[in-house]
């Protein structure tokens, strides 16, 4: 199996029989800690590899990481088509740093790189220089109730141009998007599953919720 010796194994905790089931991508990257926070948040949390677990999730995380790497197993693995094609059918999707990079329609470099595709946001890599750049801080998320968030950005990207008239911009640092809504798809430009506050995964769960409530 691909990745299988990057990902720590546990077992899936008991969950409600009405939990809806989210997919962390588990090529590269941060999948265990997104798939404890969405637990934390009453989700059942599974690890996507294949195009059948793909096909059985209500909503996907794409994690941070590497996301050439990421959008090149993606193509390896023959799931980059499925992916898309479900995208298109509402599947709830959030991307978080290397998975906001991902699921951008363009991105600010010449360098081609695979990419899902789907927001309608340019987005510019490492723009906040490179590892040793990276910082915690507290933010303003439109929509998160409880005061600023805790989140890390670790050699994070950000939006340089938002392209379409349906795009939220829920936060921003320096003038510049770094939290994004579009429909079901929301994107963050740095890492909200390393502080320990899950307020971006609880809304990201009810969304996947009411979606399945009402498709
Ligand atoms: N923490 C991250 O996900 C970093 C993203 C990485 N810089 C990239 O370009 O893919």
Do not use: W
């Amino acid at each position: 199996m691909p990745g299988d010796r990057l990902v720590h194994r546990e077992p899936a905790p008991d969950v409600p029989a009405d939990a809806p089931r989210i997919g962390v991508l588990a090529l590269q990257g941060d999948v265990l800690e997104h798939l404890r926070a969405l637990r934390r948040c009453g989700a059942e949390a599974v690890e996507v590899r294949t195009a059948e677990q793909l096909a059985a999730v209500d909503g996907l995380v794409l994690p941070g990481g590497e996301s050439t790497t990421i959008g090149k197993l993606l193509e390896r693995f023959g799931l980059m088509p499925l992916l898309r094609e479900r995208i298109v059918d509402g599947l709830p999707v959030f991307g978080t740093c290397a998975g906001m990079i991902l699921l951008s329609d363009e991105l600010d470099q010449d360098r081609a790189q695979p990419l899902v595709g789907g927001l309608a946001v340019r987005t510019r890599r490492n723009a906040y220089g490179r590892q040793v750049d990276s910082f915690d801080t507290a933010l303003e998320v439109t929509g998160v109730e409880g005061g600023p968030l805790d989140v890390s950005f670790i050699r994070a990207p950000r939006v340089e141009a938002v392209l379409g008239t349906d795009v939220e911009v829920l936060a921003e640092v320096d003038g510049h998007a770094v939290v994004v809504r579009q429909g079901r798809l929301l994107a963050a430009a740095f890492h909200p599953e390393v502080t320990g506050d899950d307020r971006l995964h609880a809304a990201f769960v009810d969304t996947v919720r009411q979606v399945r409530r009402a498709p």
